[in-house]
């Protein structure tokens, strides 16, 4: 990640560095060994490849009056653009250098930080680093001869140190437990629990109880504050180790700043020395010279060489026993994450007998599980059947035939018992009222119609002598005519409602079938969650909650601008519109995060990905003032905060 950073910003710088001869210069017969050494600093910079272009230069001198090194001549033409090559990959690599430490510092950072923030963090990390806890309490038992007395580890000696009020003596072994007490004063350890306080009537029961009750919390606390002492000290730990590595972070960000305000005088004297060199002019170029002193300055502080050659070597060295020192002090001051084996032997350790356990109980209850799994087979398989594939044939099958032809009542009943009412009532109508056919046809029309006149009038006269008519007359004829003039109404209700239902029936089959393909879906997507490895959109909610931090940070350090603990600025710089070197290093740690996630995460070739590498590129520019860059910042909430979900992270869905 950091050298795609170097390679980007160094870039422009490239074709600077590369050979072109003139039509001037006198071609010379030993120049085999400079073209391979140029063809080899063509690739990436690294340590091997500078360190073999500098033993090759050391048998060339730099001097004008050297025979075989003329101002007109190809041998000083490579010369001259092997040095260009060489300072540039020096300055890459010294780049590259700063940033690899500082990001890794501020990763490790965050990691303490992490595990500081929860209770539970701090206790598994106090078991995951008990081994080699004891291990250096055993080893100061062997170096010491010492003899591991119980009473040590004895809650009255922890407690002699925890609580007492005289100057803290600590115990070698506690010392040997967290290293850090050696040299940190302990913030815990001058914790003073609440003292129970006297009863004002120790002779009455009131003073007595009261007394019981101080004493039984006293105790209490006095037992919990000695159960969480180990934890109150690994958090401390934590928490000194952060402190610690956010101190290295700023102090190689600050350097890393200090470089990257020295690409302009770089880009300068490269140019410089590459129009004098295409001329055939002399090598002792005053702008390369000035920049490598300021560089040495910036990266050793030593400029007691002062001809280029040598100052190279010197630059080299440092390079190399920096990172030695670096690396060094890491491990002294104990900074760097545990390892994979100390973070899993928990795991690894209660992984074989929780194995075993479970196998064994799996195996007894065999039988119970092979029940169980079959009637999930058997659920999921009716599932199917009867809730997902039935529905959607029927579905199928409503829309190619349209289903069947009623689904309440068919249209041959409706139709017979019209028939019958009609029927009926031309009987009663041919024998009581004696109608010809013209009448019987007109009365059919209306029965057709509902209208059952002619009957009812002949119920009114029946129901005016009720026993008589119904021994003798017509009256039960015309009840039950009225009878099967309810069931024909109520057999076309049902058909308008059976109309309704067919046409709605395509409705009801994907009805029918929506659960099932709900449920299809809900368990479809999360087992995709569970199985799937692919990210989510633009990388997934935690790869965009950690851009939107980086953008959080960036912002805040443009607003307050931080100091190191060893510099003292004005208050005037603090206040002006610079951007000071510690904050140019930390913004670039930002926005090499930011980069690396354009180039991982956001879609290749698309505008949302070149618009932002775009900001990205405009606020890694040294020049720039810093009210200028929270303009950039501004714009870049507003062009990619909705996009990218930066405003549902932060809670709200508001525009900025």
Known sequence: MTLNFTVHYTERLVPLTRLQLSTQTKPTSDDGGLKSTHAMLQGSPSEAAVQQSIDFLRTFSVREDKPGLQSDSEELVFYNAVVRKTIFNMYALAVDLYLEESSAAQLDAEWWAEIEQSTWSVASYLLQSLPSRLRRVFRLIQTRKMSARL??????SIARFYWDAAPIRLNPFMVALFPYLRDQPSVVASFTPVIAGKSTRPDSFVGLAEKIHDGVMYSTQRVISLLLFPLRLAREECQLRRKELEKVRDERAEVLGKLLELRSLLANGLEADFNVSTTGSSIDNQALTEFLFKFAVVTSGDTSKKTVLPLIEQLLSAFKNHGIMHGAYLDVHDLRRPSRLTLLWPRLFLLPPLTFYCAKHIYASRATLADLMLDVVNTVQNFFKGWLFDPIKDVLITIRAGGEDGVIVRREAVAADLDSLERMTLALAREKLSYDSTQLEALSQQIRQGDLTAVLKIYEEDIKNPVKSAISGTLLRSMFIQVQKAKVDLDQALAGIDKLLKSQELTFAFVGVAPA??????????????LSIRPGRYGGKLRKTSVWLAMRRIERLLLFQPKLLHHHHDTENVHSDTIP???????????????????????????????????????????????????IIDRMWKSWGKELGWYDLAGGGSNR
């Open 581 to 631: 070197a510690l904050t140019t290093g930390l913004l670039v740690l930002s926005l090499t995060h930011l980069r690396e996630y354009a180039l991982t995460s956001l879609p290749a070739r698309s505008r949302l990905r070149e618009g932002f590498l775009e900001d990205i590129e405009i606020l890694e520019d040294p020049g720039l003032r810093r009210s200028e860059k929270l303009r």
């Open 151 to 156: 009473s040590a580890f004895r809650p009255s």
């Open 517 to 530: 393909l709900a449920v299809i879906y809900v368990a479809g997507g999360f087992l995709r969650g569970i």
